[in-house]
C-alpha cells in the first residue's frame, strides 16, 4: 500500500538563536500603494514584465522588475533594520539583485549584516522566482519554445525552480551557523561542516527542516518522470537528482562525502 506523505509546508528560515532584524526582513514582501494610488505587491509583479522574444531578453526584463521593486522597498527596511541604513543604494541593491556582497566591502564579511543581507537576497529570489514560474505557467507553446523547452519540461522545469529558492534558507542558515562553530582545519570535508562539538557533521544533522524539504522534492522530482522520461538526458537527470536527495539525506559524513564524488 502506498504511503501518502503530508504535503510539504513552506516557512522562512528560522534563527536560534534569534538574529536581531530577521523578521523586519519580511518588509521586502509588503504591499504598498504606488504613487498612482494602486496596491503594489510582490505577487503581482509578473505582470509589468511584458513581452519577450528570448529567453535572455525575459531574465533582462525579470530583471529590472525586480530591481525597481527593491528599491522602492528599501526606505522601509532601512528603517526597521538599522544595521544595514548605512549600506548605499545602489551597491544594496546590486548586492541583492546578483547575489553577493563583495561590493559592499569586507566589513559585512563575518558580521550579522552579512546574514542579515543574504536573507534579504533569498526573499529576493522568491520573488523572481514566482515571476519566472508564472510566465512558464501562461506561455503557450511559441513561448516555450523561445525559451528552449517542450511542453514535456515545463512542469519539471517550474519543479525544479521551487527545489532552487529553497536552498537558499540552507545557505542562510549555514552561513550564521558558521559564525558560530569552530574553525574548520584545513584537511576539513566541505561536505561535513564541523559542529559546535568540534566533530564533522552532515548538513541533514545541521540543518534537518532545510535538508529534509530538499532531498525529499527531488525524490519526488525523480519519481513523476511520466511527462519527461523520453526527452533527450532524462535518465542521466534522474541519476543526478538520485545523488543529491541521498547526499541531502545523509547523516553519516563519510557517506555524504562519497556521494560528493559521484555526484
Keep these: ?33 504606488g504613487p498612482d494610488g494602486q496596491r503594489i505587491n510582490w505577487k503581482d509583479l509578473h505582470e509589468k514584465v511584458g513581452a519577450w522574444d528570448s529567453g535572455l ?122 559564525q558560530l562553530a569552530p574553525k574548520p582545519t584545513e584537511d576539513a570535508s566541505p561536505v561535513a561542516p564541523l559542529g559546535q562539538d568540534k566533530k564533522p557533521h552532515t548538513f541533514r544533522e545541521l540543518f534537518p527542516q532545510e535538508t529534509g524539504f530538499i532531498f525529499k522534492k527531488l525524490a519526488a522530482i525523480a519519481r513523476q518522470d511520466e511527462a519527461w522520461r523520453n526527452e533527450p538526458g532524462a535518465q542521466e537527470f534522474k541519476t543526478y537528482l538520485k545523488y543529491l536527495s541521498d547526499f541531502f539525506a545523509e547523516t553519516d559524513p563519510k557517506q555524504a562525502a562519497a556521494l560528493h564524488q559521484k555526484g
Excluded at 509546508?9 to 519580511?26: M, V, Y
Design 57 to 178: 531578453e525575459l531574465s533582462d526584463k525579470i530583471r529590472e522588475v525586480v530591481r525597481e521593486y527593491l528599491l522602492s522597498k528599501f526606505p522601509k527596511i532601512k528603517a526597521k533594520i538599522p544595521a544595514i541604513e548605512d549600506l548605499p543604494d545602489p551597491k544594496m541593491l546590486n548586492a541583492l539583485s546578483n547575489g553577493w556582497f563583495e561590493e559592499l566591502g569586507e566589513e559585512v564579511g563575518g558580521t550579522r549584516k552579512e546574514v542579515l543581507l543574504a536573507v534579504l537576497a533569498h526573499l529576493t529570489r522568491r520573488i523572481e522566482n514566482r515571476i519566472y514560474k508564472k510566465t512558464l505557467e501562461t506561455a503557450g507553446e511559441d513561448g516555450l519554445r523561445k525559451l528552449g523547452l517542450s511542453p514535456n519540461l515545463r512542469q519539471l522545469t517550474m519543479d525544479c525552480l521551487d527545489t532552487t529558492v529553497k536552498s537558499d534558507p540552507l545557505f542562510v542558515r549555514f552561513l550564521a551557523y558558521s
Design 1 to 33: 500500500m502506498k504511503i501518502e506523505q503530508p504535503p510539504l509546508q513552506e516557512k522562512f528560515i528560522p534563527a536560534k538563536p534569534r538574529l536581531r532584524g530577521i523578521n523586519e526582513t519580511l518588509a521586502l514582501l509588503g504591499s504598498e500603494t
